[in-house]
């Protein structure tokens, strides 16, 4: 695989926004579970399982590392939560056929449901949509502004105080809403 060290943005300040917001998820989460069950973060690697081929003959590979704090809880009451969240999103692409990498950075926003299942177990479901930059093109979606929007569902495990497993299927759809051509 060819490894492209000359990936520049023009201004290439989007890089340090976006590590500061990674950065910002990663300090927040001890603090903010210390303070509140209503509120914590993490972080997240998003491995496919399944590959877009797209219609120039490769498939899309896309690896993400995904910043992950709540906004609020918005379930008062029993043991069910409904956070709204911000995810920092950092998406590292190869392809099939050796060509690439490019990128993807934005920050989704959405909401997730978790239903206790009882001994800190619970069963997810979440939605979120939110901006993003993307370096590919393909005969199908243009370099730049696109919409980022997911769909998941998962469970979490406790692991002991304070730590947790979250095991989750995600599905993502891009599209600039038909903003430029192609979409």
């Known amino acids: 695989m060819k490894a492209n060290a000359s990936f520049r943005v023009e201004g290439g300040r989007w890089w340090l926004a976006i590590g500061a917001l990674f950065l910002f998820c990663l300090s927040a989460n001890g603090t903010l579970r210390a303070q509140s069950d209503a509120r914590w973060g993490g972080v997240v690697a998003g491995v496919p399982f399944v590959y877009e081929h797209l219609p120039e003959g490769r498939d899309y590979q896309p690896y993400q590392l995904l910043g992950w704090t709540t906004l609020a809880n918005l379930k008062k009451r029993g043991e069910d939560r409904l956070y709204w969240y911000a995810e920092p999103q950092l998406v590292y692409v190869t392809y099939s056929d050796g060509s690439g990498p490019d990128w993807e950075v934005g920050l989704n926003s959405g909401l997730m449901y978790q239903l206790a299942l009882g001994k800190g177990w619970f069963a997810t479901a979440a939605i979120g949509t939110g901006p993003h930059f993307v370096t590919v093109e393909t005969p199908l979606q243009a370099r730049g502004f696109i919409f980022s929007d997911n769909f998941e569902a998962g469970l979490i495990a ?20 038909g903003l430029k051509n192609p979409n």
């Open 158 to 177: 406790p692991l002991g105080p304070g730590l947790q497993l979250h095991l989750r299927s995600r599905f993502r759809h891009i599209s600039n809403a």
